[in-house]
Nanobody, 127 residues
């Protein structure tokens, strides 16, 4: 069982930045692929970004086209934490952002059903 706790959401003006954090309870955190998803009111949950640590060869990272160049996903295995740095935020980025974990990278990408979910954190971008 993996418990995920997100933090860092809030209200920001368009063009601003926020950094979301997701702390995982599992000591074997580095074996999990981690992802961020979001759900806006009246819309389906959508994929945002995913990262899997490959050890000495680095990490595999995927982004949704809508956030490429603006968002950066990263992880600190020593702190069992994954981050989502969000820059140049737009009103359409407003959503509840969820952290997710799965044993496979394919479990935290677009169209997937991750094994574990956090409770979500609200991000609101005003115009």
């Amino acid at each position: 069982q993996v418990q995920l706790v997100e933090s860092g959401g809030g209200l920001v003006q368009a063009g601003g930045s926020l950094r979301l954090s997701c702390a995982a309870s599992r000591r074997t955190f580095n074996t999990y692929a981690m992802g961020w998803f979001r759900q806006a009111p009246g819309k389906e949950r959508e994929f945002v970004a995913a990262i899997r640590w490959n050890g000495w060869s680095g990490s595999t990272i995927n982004y949704a086209d809508s956030v490429k160049g603006r968002f950066t996903i990263s992880r600190d295995n020593a702190k069992n934490t994954v981050y989502l740095q969000m820059n140049d935020l737009k009103p359409e980025d407003t959503a509840v952002y969820y952290c997710a974990a799965d044993g496979q990278l394919r479990g935290v990408v677009a169209g997937s059903s991750p094994e574990y979910w956090g409770q979500g954190t609200q991000v609101t971008v005003s115009s």
